[in-house]
């Protein structure tokens, strides 16, 4: 697996296993050696209503997957099992604004242990308050769809959002990451990346395609295209 230090310039383009089979999972990912991360969402059935897995897995996950592993966890409690995820060996780990106490503390957590460290918003909850920390987290993923289920339509409303916390991390000299994630495509990745987002969680456009590793390629050349 590449290194962490090796971080890759943007665009990213991190598919999502929830579009991949998941009985064949090793092969899953050997399909996709040419991402720049693997999302992996785990779910606890409470903060979202779906139940994916949780540290056992995706222990197993960062076995054998050929490149870092960037984990979602749409949990509630993150600060309890977020630094198990983290020690685990997952690159980077994102928590949600929403269910977390002391979201500061937890990404300072993260980062003692190693993991990189990213805060996601559902696609109502407003920005504002995280533009004085922004230097908190390596990454700030702002969720396109509702979280929850793979497969959903893309939510453009959100974009206006996407936009004004680019505009405030250019501001602010930040070097924090924009992802997006839910509903990303060959034609929504050019509507998120004009709106700032640098780095693009994709599930069936990539795991659905004939040859995985040439639909990133896709998706990134796209991306770059259309980059703010």
């Known amino acids: 697996m590449r290194p962490l230090h090796d971080l890759p310039a943007a665009p990213r383009v991190n ?6 089979d998941f009985v064949n999972m090793q092969a899953e990912l050997a399909r996709i050696a040419g991402a720049d991360f693997v999302h992996v969402d785990v779910m606890d059935n409470h903060f979202v209503p779906n139940l994916t897995f949780g540290p056992q897995m995706v ?3 960062q076995e054998t997957s050929p490149v870092p592993l960037d984990v979602h966890l749409m949990i509630d409690a993150p600060e309890r099992w977020a ?7 997952a690159a980077s780990v994102t928590f949600h ?22 805060v996601a918003v ?4 407003p920005l504002e308050n995280l533009y004085d920390v922004l230097d908190e987290f390596d990454q700030i993923l702002v969720m396109t769809v509702e979280p929850g ?6 939510m453009p409303e959100t974009m206006p959002k996407l936009a004004r916390l680019a505009d405030e991390a250019r501001r602010r000299g930040s070097s924090v990451w ?51």
Do not use: N, W
């Open 59 to 61: 222990g197993r996950i």
């Open 83 to 89: 630094p198990e995820y983290a020690e685990l060996g």
């Open 149 to 154: 289920f793979g497969g959903q339509s893309f």
């Open 178 to 228: 924009l992802q997006v994630d839910g509903g990303i495509s060959a034609s929504t990745i050019e509507i998120a990346a004009e709106a700032g987002a640098d780095t693009f969680v994709a599930g069936s456009a990539v795991f659905g395609a004939a040859d995985p590793d040439r639909a990133i390629s896709e998706l990134r050349r796209s991306a770059a295209r259309h980059a703010h």
């Open 122 to 125: 559902k696609p109502a909850t």
């Open 97 to 118: 604004l929403e269910a977390a106490a002391d979201p500061v503390a937890l990404a300072r957590r993260l980062r003692e242990i190693g993991a990189r460290a990213g």
């Open 15 to 20: 598919p999502s296993i929830l579009a991949a």
